[in-house]
Every structure is written in structure tokens, then in C-alpha cells.
T-cell receptor, first 114, second 115 residues
């Protein structure tokens, strides 16, 4: 079975500092990887995705993530965060032959302080 | 293009009642998936419909059911509501044809409170 672990439930950081949100997955088959962001009282918005090809993926709002197959990780990074980045971030995987089913991590609450 | 829409946005029900939630996917999308989000369990997959057929199912009791219409709109129904069914229910749509690499686009959710 597949699983996703987000290693930090909360990450406080000061504005303009860099941030890394960690995600590890477990799967015996190839997976596709996603990061979503959820602002209060809203649905999920896709930040970026890794399907194949280059292991460094760039997304919206200045975020990027690197797929590391040997370490089964897909960490999310941003070199300089803004107050508006305060939100909950979810890492997710989808598995071949399981259509639209996404398996999510527990989420990381990013809190950006002035 | 209009995004994924969900109605109603908020619902309050009492134990034992049933509820129906609606989801309209992005125009042209044929796959609709449903997720339950709670503070304790996080985001959990309920089921996926593609071309009016259930293509995938999560580990939820039979009280949770869904359907999809020919225009790709989907409904999910929860019967005999329990307090633990209080959650944010999210709907996501995708093109669906490839079955895997499609991006899932999420709606704003329906907040269900069971009293």
C-alpha cells in the first residue's frame, strides 16, 4: 500500500526567510507526486506536480520541489516566503491503475511571521 | 473556464438524517472524485466516478454513496448520519481519460456539521 508522510506538522518561519516542507512517500510501484496548498476556508490549489522527466519541478508562487527516487522524497522549497504564503500544504501521490485517487499526507501548517 | 463548484457550501444536519452534496466539474472534465477532510483523519479518498461509472472506491462504509450524471455532475449521499461524519467534503475534477497523470482541480468544499 502507498503512504505519504509529511515530517513536520507545523513550520514557523520569518518573512523573507527560505523554507523547506518535507515529504516522504512509500510505494512499491511508480507514483506521481503533487503538492497542494489550502488557504483557510478554501479548497485545495495545485502548487506543482511531478509526473516524469526533470526531477526539479517549478510551480506557482515561486515554489519548487525535487523528486528524489532513492530517498523516496519530494520536498517543497521556497527561497523567500511572504506573509501570504501562510497556509496548510499537502503532499499527495497517485498510483498507476488507480485513476483519480490521491493519497495525501497529514499536512504541514506553514506560518510566516513578520 | 469556471472552476469546480460545490453546493451547498454549508450544511447542518442531525444524527440519523441523510444528506446529498452536489459537485459540478470544470467543463470538459469527465472524472469526479470525492474526499473527506477532518482534523483527525486528514484528507481521505471516498470514491471516483468517470463516465457515470464508479472507477475507484476508498475505505468508507456503505452509508457513503455517489453517482454521476451524463453531464459529469456528481452527487454524494450520506445516509444515517453520525457525529463523526462532520467534515469538509471536497470534490475534485479532472479530464480523466488517462486515469493517472491528470491534474485534480478541487472545489471549495461543503462543510457538513452533524448535531
Amino acid at each position: 500500500a502507498q503512504s505519504v508522510t509529511q515530517l513536520d506538522s507545523q513550520v514557523p518561519v520569518f518573512e523573507e526567510a527560505p523554507v523547506e516542507l518535507r515529504c516522504n512517500y512509500s510505494s512499491s510501484v511508480s507514483v506521481y507526486l503533487f503538492w497542494y496548498v489550502q488557504y483557510p476556508n478554501q479548497g485545495l490549489q495545485l502548487l506543482l506536480k511531478y509526473l516524469s522527466g526533470s526531477t526539479l519541478v517549478k510551480g506557482i508562487n515561486g515554489f519548487e520541489a525535487e523528486f528524489n527516487k532513492s530517498q523516496t522524497s519530494f520536498h517543497l522549497r521556497k527561497p523567500s516566503v511572504h506573509i501570504s504564503d501562510t497556509a496548510e500544504y499537502f503532499c499527495a501521490v497517485s498510483v498507476n491503475n488507480q485513476g483519480g485517487k490521491l493519497i495525501f499526507g497529514q499536512g504541514t501548517e506553514l506560518s510566516v511571521k513578520p | 473556464k469556471a472552476g469546480v463548484t460545490q453546493t451547498p457550501r454549508y450544511l447542518i444536519k442531525t444524527r440519523g438524517q441523510q444528506v446529498t452534496l452536489s459537485c459540478s466539474p470544470i467543463s470538459g472534465h469527465r472524472s469526479v472524485s470525492w474526499y473527506q477532510q477532518t482534523p483527525g483523519q486528514g484528507l481521505q479518498f471516498l470514491f471516483e466516478y468517470f463516465s457515470e461509472t464508479q472507477r475507484n472506491k476508498g475505505n468508507f462504509p456503505g452509508r457513503f454513496s455517489g453517482r454521476q450524471f451524463s453531464n459529469s455532475r456528481s452527487e454524494m449521499n450520506v445516509s444515517t448520519l453520525e457525529l463523526g461524519d462532520s467534515a469538509l467534503y471536497l470534490c475534485a475534477s479532472s479530464l480523466g481519460a488517462s486515469g493517472l497523470a491528470d491534474t485534480q482541480y478541487f472545489g471549495p468544499g461543503t462543510r457538513l456539521t452533524v448535531l
